[in-house]
């Protein structure tokens, strides 16, 4: 019990750390449904090819991208692809420009289109245009994130990270961090959706060497030590467009042995953080943040470092009997 609430006393410095603004600045640029294809199967403990390794022409258009590590081959053939919804909630035009990944030494945005009758897949030439008020999709057979000379093999249930660099009409330029989750299929329409989800790191790498983060200070987030100890938190937009109201009621994932949707609010001029009973209202056409120092998804007990630029898969489930699988990029506040 002393333990418990020795980290909860370090855990409310640290959730507090950000509010609104300065920790997801990037509201005004909605992305939703990120996913992207795996390379590699994983069969009862073994890993094998992904059965379907043909390059995309042999794939017909809908699969689009070449995705598959199967046969013989050398990581730097290596290939797949990213896909979302980008909404621009900005008054000005912007413009997708680049993009990056730990995953893969050459990242950059693809357009597959028709010439003549034949398909082919090119990067877009001063990137993709997204007006104001408007979304674009990035899906098979059209714009997409194409990663290239992968360094790792990408397995279904998984997730990774991958920063877009947006332009703006003033000439500045925007990053946000998106997790993609890996997998065969696109997300299945919904009517609850989940934008700009993050977590908190947990340890840092400096010079191919890897240490906890517990002696930097409270703006690094959660306290560092792996074991029972460890610590993170996740945060993210969720938006109810249908017609009836939901509630966030659990979550889950691989990296950490407990998961549970906490608060931090202020009772009797303290500040305290606790589990949420029943869970989060998500009414109709409303979206509810999960940020610092307020609703948040805590994993305790992590199986795992997290490292900044990787990103795990978490599992939303609602009351509603709706699970949402989301990538979670590992990120400072935004």
Known sequence: MAKRMLLVILLLGVLLVGTTADAQETENIVVVNVWAR????????????????????????????????????????????????????TDQTIRLVSASSLVSARTEVHEVSMVNN?????????GIEILAGDTVALQPGGYHVMLMELQQDLYTGD?????????????????????AAIQDEPPAESPIEIANAWARPTA???????????????????????GSSAVSAAYMLIENSGDTADRLVAARTVVAGLVEIHEVNIVDNVMRMHPVEGGIDIPVGG???????????????????????????????????????????ITEPQ
């Open 38 to 89: 795996p390379t590699a199967v994983r069969m009862e403990g073994m890993t094998m090819p992904e059965a379907t390794a043909e390059p995309m022409g042999n794939m017909g258009e809908a699969t689009a991208e070449p995705m598959n590590m199967g046969g013989e081959h050398s990581m730097s053939d290596a290939v797949s692809a990213a896909y979302m919804q980008i909404t621009n909630q």
């Open 118 to 126: 034949v398909m082919q897949m090119h990067p877009v030439e001063g």
């Open 159 to 179: 997730a990774l990270a991958v920063t877009l660099t947006f332009e703006l009409a003033d000439g500045t330029t925007q990053e946000i961090t998106v997790g």
């Open 204 to 226: 840092v790498k400096m010079d191919g060497m890897e240490g906890g983060m517990g002696n930097m200070g409270e703006a690094t987030a959660e306290p560092m030590a792996m």
């Open 287 to 329: 979206t509810v943040a999960l940020q610092p120092g307020g609703y948040h998804v805590m994993l305790m007990n992590l199986q795992q470092d997290l490292y900044t630029g990787e990103a795990f898969g978490l599992t939303l489930v609602f009351e509603s009997g709706l699970e949402i699988t989301v990538g979670v990029p």
